[in-house]
């Protein structure tokens, strides 16, 4: 079993809607969630993090964190054309780089 | 993009060959990070380094060498190329302000590397 599981869709939603992604994990030593965009083609880009349990807003988007229920999630309010992109969730433990883990990521097609 | 350039973008090259590949950063970070991403398993990181001739692995560090001889550059060797190296070679550096250090938050462009 993966430590990170996340839906690698692909999501199709019409333009305007809400979108919820999400991710499960099975490390409850996790303190620190991520969530990063990535365009076709590009590197990743860091969106939002959150530390421990909690809700974080900025902007359009959301992120929960449900530490109880090893779940994380990403929402996105009045979907645009632009947040076409897949979506991967990042965790870890400490500051040490190298605990963090990703997501396989969610493709995200916002449809016009 | 912050600061990094990660040199070549594309590559093909042949089994048992070494290759090399290059990450330069503008922005005096103290961490440098190596990752490949591949269908199906997210990013996975090969090794990274916290400061000049500092690294150690990360996951999938096998076949894998890295150096830092600079603040500024941080190179990633596969001694000797094989099929199962092809991939998209992301290279990243850390941190936001407010972050905890060592949490990466910004990625090159990737290279993409073809082993024939």
């Known amino acids: 079993q993966k430590e990170v599981e996340q839906d690698p869709g692909p999501l199709s939603v019409p333009e305007g809607a809400i979108v919820s992604l999400n991710c499960t994990y099975s490390?409850?030593?996790?303190?620190?969630f991520m969530w990063y965009r990535q365009y076709s083609r590009k590197g990743p880009e860091l969106l939002m993090y959150t530390y421990s349990s909690g809700n974080k807003e900025d902007g359009r988007f959301t992120a929960q964190v449900d530490k109880s229920s090893k779940y994380i999630s990403l929402f996105i309010r009045d979907s645009q054309p632009s947040d076409s992109a897949t979506y991967l969730c990042a965790m870890s433990v400490g500051s040490s780089a190298s605990k963090i883990i990703f997501g396989s990521g969610t493709r995200l097609s916002i449809r016009p | 993009d912050a600061g990094i350039t990660q040199s070549p973008r594309h590559k093909v090259t042949e089994t048992g060959t070494p290759v090399t590949l290059r990450c330069h950063q503008t922005?005096?970070?103290?961490?440098m990070y190596w990752y490949r991403q591949d269908p199906g398993h997210g990013l996975r990181l090969i090794h990274y380094s916290y400061g000049v001739k500092d690294t150690d692995k990360g996951e999938v560090s096998d076949g894998y060498s890295v150096s830092r001889s600079k603040t500024e550059d941080f190179l990633l060797t596969l001694e000797s190329a094989t099929s199962s190296q092809t991939s998209v070679y992301f290279c990243?550096?850390?941190?936001?302000?407010?972050?905890?250090?060592?949490?990466?938050?910004?990625f090159g462009q990737g290279t993409r590397l073809t082993v024939v």
């Open positions: 922005e005096n970070h103290r961490y």
């Open positions: 490390n409850s030593a996790f303190q620190y």
């Open positions: 990243a550096i850390s941190a936001l302000p407010g972050l905890p250090e060592g949490t990466e938050a910004f």
